[in-house]
């Protein structure tokens, strides 16, 4: 029996060392001393986290003599945590490359007691500041510092001896520590402090990078992206087993006797800066890393230039490397589990799956050769249930939400969709999605989709339903105002059910971004799922986009506005050829001019129709739903000023023709009255076709600089739209002076046209005035035209006169307009004609009584 235990043992100990061999060695070197600040390495290295990736990993203790980038770039260590002075090591030509931060905010403060008068950076000056030499350039406590606009020649440094009594005995004034760590030792003695926090002041910088020599990365790049996963593993495991982490630093990795609960205090403490503004773990965004090197830069810290690329390492930018093409050779179909209810994911009787989701999913396996599973869910608990089970490997999800992370990798987001919101049918369109405060809105239960819509619009009074039918079913009966969804999602549940009930009143503007959420232990689909969606560029995904919500807006298109607009054209066609007719009676002289016009003016209403339609097509990618309000309302606006031009002229034309025709009948037409007649009808044509040709000028603006009168660009956009101010008894008091410049007359006109139809909208809807009028002055001062245009309305709300220019802001009701016309006015002026235009309430008096009203200016240059 003895023997064969002996032999057991033999054998036992032969596979150890067999299998320890086929373990790859490499050496973490810490910044220093153990604590929980290096909690996720201990915990990779304890569960086996290394192990499982075929690593052997000795994890080095901090020494004071001990430069931890050197020993990188000297390659006696294979990695190290540094922090942000990481980058001035890489100007100093380090062969480093860094592969993650750990933490998106650096624990790093300064400190002083409460009882010090030290309350502010201010307070500073000549006082002794105890650092460590990396603390006193590190950037973030010196941009703090320089922020203050504190001299630093007037301030004394210290060197660190790290014992926190120092600053308990007076010895320093201030002192630099951890957040994780001092002000809990603080606190236990009963003492207040100060904290002085660098994020506070705008400066969240990145602290704990893990990185390694480059030569790694060319020679062993698997080797890198597993350490580099096992590692974010077991951090993820150490934040969300704090009390584990700790004991196990506290029996194991102790050499400061560090008590059990400042080591549970430090850990909460890291978790939220480790995850600080939702990031995700380990993320290092390149605008923030360029922005600390441009700190180090202004402060003449960096030696050298470096590029930000070569800092970085993104394995999500290679290719794939050799295990993840193991991974997608030894790996069956990936499944693929979906909330219908949340993206555009059709499917017919074959069972075959289309939409955003399913093409997005094809160019994933184009780039990647994996093969996916859809697995359609009947809503979202069953769809997180299926990850739970197993039974998934991915799912979609609208939101990295905070409830789902801890179970889930998210990877880069994939694409972006665009929201909006269904109402009833008679709902005017909403253009400002606040105005849905304190009403009903309801969204499909996904923990995510609500997460989004909390965080971007927190008013919203959300009621979830269990699918979009359900939530427009209560929408059409009123017990709900409005139901949020993907536009795909709401416009093929409405053309399918509630056609004749609903419609879509608004869009967010906000867009749905969707991301891929991986179980936790998938580490190698995870980079591969990112490196797929990395090699898609923008063009292939706004085409996915265009393909299937392209669609769903022609199918919405409002026809009804644009039936009126034909009946109108066809209406006139019908009069004029009628008037036409009773022409050719008279005299077939006339036949071949009033044949001209009529051919003319029929080509002129297709011109029309044609060009509004182009103006639609052109703009709907900008704003599909807002832009065709906007348009549908120009449109309708120019075809009341075609009617009120033409209404008197067609009567001179009518009334003529008909004494003609009586005369005739009754055998006493004289050749004197029908010269008459005739010269009239001609001149009352000529003005027909001089109005056509003014409407078609201004609609069709000219982009081109040209040299005009201003006088006589006004007197001519007052003759178009005047008859509609006469309506309303609106008075115009002019001043008007004839300048001339180089500019853009049709923009130019446009703005005028934009301010005037302000102030009568204003007018019109004041009922307690007696008298209306603007008041239009323009003159010339230094070489600025400057035009300046109020009204006696009333003025504008204080609290919104502010907003008057933003796109899409009015103060009409919602079926008056959308509130584009005066943001671009503002375009025009600012961005084409390079002047300025302002608006504010001004008080006056006019014939011996006191007004107050809308104050526009405007002021260009007098050559562009």
Known sequence: MNLQKIFYLIVFLLSINLYAKDLEKVSLQLSWFNQFQFA???????????????????????????????????????FGVGRETLLLEKSNNKNIIALYAIF????????????????????????????????????????????????????????????????VNKNTDVISAYISKTPYELQKMGIGYNVFYPKDYGFDMYSDFLFTNTDEIKNNEQRVID?????????????????????????????????????????????????????????????KVQRIFDLYNVMGLAKNPILIDDFIYDDNYTLFTKGEKNYIKNRSAINVCINPSLISLNHNSNKEYTGILKDFLDLVRKNSNLEFNLITKKNWKETIESISSNECDIISTASTSLKIKNRLNFTRRYIDIPLVFATKDKVSFIDNISSLKNKKIGVVKDITFIDFLKKHYP?????????????????????????????????????ENFLTELKISGKLKENLPLYFAVRKDDNFLLNILNKSINSIDDFAKQKIVNKWISIEFKNNFDYSL????????????????????????????????????????????????????????????????????????????????????????????????????????????KDEFLIKSMDTINDTAQYLSKTIEDFKNFYEPNKNIVKFNIKTVYTKTLDIINSKYKNLNIKFIENIESIDLLGLDSELIQVIINILNNSKDALETNNNLDERYIFVDIYKKEDFLIISIKDNAGGIDESIIDRIFEPYFTTKHKSQGTGIGLYMSQEIITKHMYGEITIKNKHFTYNNKSYIGAWFTVKVPLKL
């Open 40 to 78: 996720g390495y201990y915990i990779a290295k304890e569960k086996g986290f290394y192990q499982d990736v075929g690593l052997d990993v000795e994890i080095r203790n901090f020494d004071f003599n001990i430069n931890v980038p050197n020993e990188v770039d000297s390659k006696k260590a294979t």
């Open 562 to 669: 644009l039936w009126k607009i034909l009946l109108f054209f066809v209406t006139i066609l019908i009069i004029l050829l009628y008037r036409q007719r009773l022409l050719n009676k008279v005299n077939s002289v006339l036949k071949d001019k009033v044949d001209e016009k009529t051919i003319e003016l029929k080509r002129l209403n297709e011109s029309l129709e044609k060009r509004v339609e182009e103006e639609v097509q052109n703009n709907r990618e900008k704003d599909r739903l807002l832009s065709q309000q906007v348009k549908m309302a120009a449109m309708g606006e120019m075809l009341e000023n075609i009617a009120h031009q033409w209404r008197q002229p067609l009567s001179i034309i009518s009334t003529t023709s008909s004494g003609i025709v009586m005369q005739k009948k009754a055998e006493i037409l």
């Open 227 to 287: 350490f580099k996963n096992a590692s974010l593993r077991g951090w993820e495991y150490a934040f969300s087993h704090i009390h584990e982490a700790a004991n196990l630093i506290y029996k194991k990795y102790n050499e400061q006797n560090i008590p059990l609960d400042a080591l549970i205090y430090e850990g909460r403490e890291l978790k939220k800066l480790a995850y600080y503004m939702n990031s995700n773990l380990g993320e290092i965004k390149k605008e």
């Open 459 to 495: 008013y919203l009074d959300i009621v979830e339903v269990n699918n979009i039918n359900e939530g427009l079913k209560k929408v059409s009966r009123n017990e709900l105002f409005a139901q949020i969804d993907t536009i795909t999602a709401i416009s093929n549940e409405i053309q």
């Open 104 to 167: 998106q905010a650096s624990p790093l403060i300064l400190l002083s007691l409460d009882n010090t008068g030290i309350n502010s950076i201010s307070d500073f000056n000549n006082k002794k500041i105890m650092t460590t030499i990396d603390d006193s350039s590190e950037v973030s406590l010196k941009a703090m510092i320089s922020s203050q606009n504190i001299d630093f020649n007037r301030l004394n440094f210290l060197k660190h001896t790290h014992d926190i009594m120092d600053l």
